[in-house]
């Protein structure tokens, strides 16, 4: 009960007023972490930026280094349930305990200096000190927003930088055409270090540019392609197939940048073998991005910008050609959900909006004002009775935003058990 009271207490700080939203920059975050040690110049990191498709490539490459027996630290964000989901070391997340230590020491410490502090650099500052403390082997890092002004991207070194897809997405701050947010993605790399990229990247040309100037090598992403047949997924890469535990077509870029990340990191000397990659292709989980719950014949994704849109769009026609589809979907109202919402829904689908319990929550009028077509509304608490009684020749898909995503699973214990979210 202490454990919880001190975790809730930690959750508060972050939440409060003040440390909700961001401010882009770097001084504040190097501030604090040089008065702690600057532990992010002592670890190897893997760093990875892009609009969609960072948290994947995290997954994909962090599992593959767990299997390899390195003991390895993942950053990502958002949470779907908890904080601590943020930060773990081979696949568990960080104790409670310690996440309130390390949030209580690092905002008294900061409050001590006068050094204002937002919730992202609170948590990035947790995270470097808890990978030092623990003495990860390497740690792979997902960037929060754009890249040479994130937070993450304090770190005087990296081992290797990874920039996935580029859209436009967060406009206001990272710019209006590809070419301004590119530039900011490729401020990751760092003098020397290989960055891996697909030729095929809307902002290759910026990224290269960039990497020539800081006498960095371009790694190419490999070629993949992905098959599926019956309820099996698989991966092929340079002609080797695998079995693969992840849907959604978007994957094949993001393999085809995992494979050669790893195929780097092969050739600067970590001992990652053929059976370990397979391993970790064939096991890989990432909760709640286009995960698909068989139980429940239900998709479960967090799309909220209109290019994962077009991806999750084009991947259920792929993988579920033949099936209706009720969607339950919510969004957050800084999001462009009616472009969103255009691209997802066909004309004969059921659409069932949703409010969550969140400040920023889209109102479900707003939704319909934005489609006025095919609209009902539910309420939040009956989602778990709505789902028993899913059709088979039906397909229901959960997405928008992952507030929505993370109250349905709280408030659905058999659901959040399968989607294995449960950390408990």
């Known amino acids: 009960m202490q454990t919880e009271n001190q975790y809730d207490e930690a959750v508060r700080i972050l939440t409060s007023r003040e440390k909700f939203h961001i401010c882009l920059g770097l001084d504040r975050i190097s501030s604090i972490l040089k008065i702690l040690g600057n532990p992010q110049n002592k670890l190897k990191i893997i760093h990875i930026a892009g609009t969609n498709g960072k948290g994947s490539v995290s997954k994909i490459i962090s599992e593959v280094l767990i299997r390899a027996g390195y003991k390895t630290g993942l950053y990502t964000s958002p949470h779907i349930l908890d904080y601590t989901e943020r930060i773990q070391i081979n696949n568990t997340p960080v104790q409670k305990d310690d996440f309130a230590r390390l949030i209580k020491d690092i905002c008294s410490l900061s409050a001590k200096k006068n050094i204002y502090l937002t919730e992202f ?51 206001d701050r990272l710019g209006n055409t590809i070419e301004k947010i590119a530039a900011e993605k490729a401020g990751i ?34 070629h993949a392609e992905l098959q599926f047949s019956g309820n099996d997924s698989y991966a092929i890469i340079d002609g080797n197939k695998y079995i693969f535990n992840m849907l959604g077509l978007w994957q094949k870029d993001n393999l085809g940048l995992a494979a050669a990340a790893v195929s780097y990191l092969q050739e600067y000397g970590l001992n990652i073998t053929e059976e370990a990659f397979s391993s970790a292709l064939k096991n890989v989980v990432w909760p709640c991005r286009f995960q698909y719950i068989k139980e429940k014949n239900l998709i479960i994704d967090g799309t909220h910008n209109p290019d994962g849109a077009r991806l999750l769009r084009s991947s259920l026609d792929f993988y579920f050609p033949t099936q209706k589809r009720t969607w339950i979907y919510g969004s957050m109202k800084n999001k462009d959900y009616k472009k969103i919402m255009k691209i997802l829904f066909r004309d004969e689908d059921n659409v069932y909006f949703c409010e969550f319990n969140h400040s920023g929550s889209a109102g479900a009028d707003d939704l319909y004002a934005a489609v006025q077509k095919n609209y009902k509304k539910i309420d939040i608490k009956n989602i778990e009775k709505f789902l028993t009684y899913a059709e088979t020749d039906r397909i229901y898909i959960i997405s928008g935003s992952f507030y929505l995503i993370g109250e349905i699973l709280n408030l659905n214990q058999s659901l959040k058990n399968i989607a294995r979210l449960d950390n408990s």
């Open 121 to 171: 650099e609170v948590l990035t500052a947790v995270m470097f000190k808890y990978f030092a403390d623990n003495n990860t082997e390497i740690c792979v890092v997902e960037t929060g927003l754009g890249g040479r002004l994130d937070a993450t991207n304090a770190a005087e070194h990296n081992l290797l930088s990874v920039i996935t897809s580029i859209s436009l997405d967060h406009t």
């Open 189 to 222: 790399i760092k003098q020397e270090c290989p960055v891996v990229v697909n030729p095929e990247n809307r902002g290759y040309k910026v990224i290269e540019i960039t990497a020539k100037k800081l006498n960095s090598k371009i790694i190419k992403a490999q």
